[in-house]
């Protein structure tokens, strides 16, 4: 996929698309799959998400004791044990896989191989399973591409698996494997909506080859945009975090310090092959409903409004005259021709310098939406063919406008 591929329906997933902040010299997106490199996420048979620095050991749960020191007010936090770490990891490896990828001969030469019926190890990742049927989650890009399959257990047993959905656009992919019932654990997948900043996450995955291996740090940041995904959307709403993760571990759990799986490490920002504290991980509820749609039988898609937006400060609100309770919101640049907003009557314009001019959208089905996040996240639980009301501003007037979603497009549209 090339950029004119990718750049072809401007802001074009769920929410309004911003074109993702150019990485700063010398660091950019890395994928954690363990193939020949580290290589960019949107590049075929990459896989992964990197995240440094060392654990911080502080325990988040109890309330913490104060100690004042002349004018500073000290706050220490209980040490987070050993035996805590420990018991966790017990409880929870078993349901964490090694993904192992293969590719026919015919796609990848290698010494002795036969040419239409020989395989040749192409890469491994990390996935972890989600129900007793075999369910297991792990990334597209760690899958993609691959004639074969296989997974290792936490006890080095190895068994075939096949892929029984893909969502390229969340950069997720459901595998299936016929695991004994006494050789697996289930993983317990908590609620990402409710993460926060300074909670405990630990990292279990397949670094370098290195099968169930264990990291821990804490959450850096939510809501995160960082990169495209495989299916071209911009990757947002992520959770950042320093817990170390390296090529590898791409496709596996992160946990919060309860054992339940809060997102799967995705990316890394690094100028180097490793971690450096910087990793991205897909909140755990977005594949929840990825989940919901493969075993429905139903493709995956992503509702688009189909509009590009910047963020209303006070002095864009002035400028825009907008009334003086009006300071935020979200300024709409261009609405994308037969789109979802364009078909609405929603209206973008900018300014010679880019500065959005267009329709401000306050609210959507009455929910207040500030941030481009806000808007993506609501956004990424509707369908396409779903109507949302967007409430909007417009030379001094509020409007509510109904808009009829519409599917994603591909690269191929």
Same mark, same amino acid.
Request: proline share 8%.
């Given at each position: 996929?090339?950029n004119?591929?990718i750049?072809?329906?401007?802001q ?6 911003? =074109? ?38 502080a ?15 000290? #706050? ?21 896989v090694?993904?192992? #990828? ?12 036969? =040419? ?5 190890p ?29 997974? /290792? ?6 068994l075939e698996?096949?892929v029984i959905?893909?969502?390229?656009g ?13 050789r ?51 990757a ?8 170390p993760?390296?090529?590898?571990n791409?496709?596996? =759990?992160?946990?919060?310090?309860s ?39 139903k493709?995956?898609?992503h ?7 910047? #963020? /209303? ?31 609405a009557?929603?209206r ?6 880019g ?12 929910? =207040?939406v ?13 369908n ?20 009829t ?7 191929s549209?």
């Amino acid at each position: 996929m090339n950029n004119e591929e990718i750049n072809k329906y401007p802001q074009s997933w769920s929410a309004p698309n911003v =074109p993702p902040e150019t990485p700063r010299e010398g660091f950019s997106r890395r994928s954690l799959f363990r193939g020949g490199a580290i290589a960019a996420l949107v590049g075929s048979g990459a896989i992964g998400g990197i995240a440094g620095s060392a654990f911080t050991a502080a325990r988040l749960g109890g309330a913490p004791s104060v100690v004042y020191a002349g004018q500073n007010l000290v #706050t220490r936090l209980p040490a987070q044990s050993d035996t805590d770490i420990a018991a966790l990891y017990q409880a929870v490896s078993r349901a964490v896989v090694a993904v192992q #990828t293969a590719t026919a001969a015919r796609q990848r030469t290698a010494p002795g191989a036969v =040419p239409g019926t020989d395989v040749v190890p192409s890469g491994e990742g990390t996935g972890f399973i989600v129900d007793g049927d075999g369910t297991i989650f792990t990334n597209f890009h760690v899958v993609s591409g691959a004639d074969r399959l296989a997974v /290792v257990l936490h006890d080095g047993t190895r068994l075939e698996a096949k892929v029984i959905g893909t969502d390229p656009g969340s950069d997720l992919a459901v595998l299936r494997a016929d695991i004994p019932t006494d050789r697996t654990g289930i993983a317990t997948l908590g609620d990402s909506d409710a993460v926060q900043p300074g909670q405990m996450a630990i990292a279990i995955g397949t670094p370098f080859g290195l099968d169930h291996t264990i990291t821990a740090g804490i959450i850096s940041a939510v809501g995160r945009e960082f990169g495209t995904t495989p299916g071209g959307r911009p990757a947002r709403g992520l959770i950042q975090t320093d817990a170390p993760i390296n090529p590898g571990n791409s496709g596996g =759990p992160l946990f919060n310090s309860s054992g339940e799986v809060i997102g799967i490490t995705t990316s890394i920002e690094s100028p180097v092959r490793g971690s450096v504290g910087i990793g991205f991980a897909v909140p755990i509820n977005r594949a929840r409903l990825v989940l919901t749609q493969v075993r429905a039988g139903k493709p995956v898609e992503h509702s688009w409004l189909g509009v590009s937006i910047g #963020t /209303v400060t006070p002095e864009l609100a002035t400028t825009l005259g907008l009334p003086e309770g009006v300071r935020s919101g979200l300024a709409l640049s261009q609405v994308v021709p037969n789109g979802p907003a364009a078909k609405a009557g929603l209206r973008g314009s900018a300014a010679s310098d880019g500065t959005p001019r267009g329709d401000v959208i306050v609210a959507i089905d009455g929910r =207040p939406v500030l941030r481009l996040a806000e808007l993506s996240a609501y956004l990424e639980q509707k369908n396409p063919g779903e109507i949302v009301t967007v409430t909007i501003w417009r030379g001094g007037e509020r409007k509510e406008v109904p808009v009829t979603l519409q599917a994603w497009p591909t690269s191929s549209s």
